[in-house]
């Protein structure tokens, strides 16, 4: 009964290669994240969906795509990915903009 | 513009009492909040505090709000060894509240 999942938990893949993250909650929130935390442990908002809808896009290279099917859902797809891309990278439900509940986190390693 | 400060590193010994400070700079954010992210695990609410209270307490949790001087402090008591984590500060930020995340303090807990 995981409130905010991610899946994977670890991916470990090449540079130039094209991978997709996916986050699902089941509180019933409107509204989903993505943030990145990189190797120093900051963390920064990247986009964000309210009801399906792009509500906040941060500065981050076109390389990513945000897509959210429903709004139990929002997934993300990278593009050529490079090493830079190396990071933690957490989901986040909320209702109405209200506090923010966070899932496990996908640790990518762009070798 | 938008930014949150902590200090880095936090050491106490345990029993004692843990104060973690953190400065603001957005006077419009509704919601302030403590999380808390242990070694290679996603990030865990610990408390919040809505912008017109200075004062909550939560069991071994306090904190306390100077919105004036935009200082938010948490306060944990009798601070065990499983208190060893990175607390993050965060305010919010925009009409759809994304968060604004300090860099974390490192808190140690030693014998």
């Known amino acids: 009964d995981t409130a905010v999942s991610q899946t994977p938990k670890y991916l470990v893949t090449q540079m130039g290669n094209d991978k997709s993250i996916k986050c699902e909650q089941n509180?019933?929130?409107?509204?989903m994240y993505w943030y990145k935390q990189d190797s120093k442990k900051f963390l920064k908002i990247m986009f964000s969906?309210?009801?399906?809808?792009?509500?906040i896009n941060e500065t981050v290279p076109n390389r990513f795509s945000p897509k959210s099917p429903d709004k139990a859902h929002l997934n993300l797809h990278i593009n050529s990915l490079e090493l830079g891309d190396s990071a933690v990278y957490f989901c986040?439900?909320?209702?109405?903009?209200?506090?923010?509940?966070f899932g496990p986190g996908t640790r990518l390693l762009v070798l | 513009g938008e930014d949150v400060e902590q200090s880095l590193f936090l050491s106490v010994r345990e029993g004692d009492s843990s104060v973690i400070n953190c400065t603001y700079t957005?006077?419009?954010?509704?919601?302030l909040y403590w999380y808390k992210q242990e070694p290679g695990a996603g990030l865990q609410l610990l408390t919040y505090i809505f912008s017109n209270m200075d004062m909550k307490q939560d069991q071994r949790l306090t904190v306390l709000l100077n919105k004036k001087d935009k200082h938010l402090s948490l306060r944990i008591a009798d601070t065990q060894t499983g208190d060893s984590a990175i607390y993050f500060c965060?305010?919010?930020?925009?009409?759809?509240?994304?968060?604004?995340f300090g860099a974390g303090t490192r808190l140690a807990v030693h014998p």
């Open positions: 509180l019933g929130h409107d509204t």
């Open positions: 986040a439900s909320s209702w109405k903009g209200e506090t923010q509940y």
């Open positions: 969906y309210n009801n399906k809808e792009l509500i």
């Open positions: 965060a305010e919010t930020a925009g009409g759809y509240n994304k968060l604004i």
């Open positions: 957005d006077s419009s954010s509704t919601y």
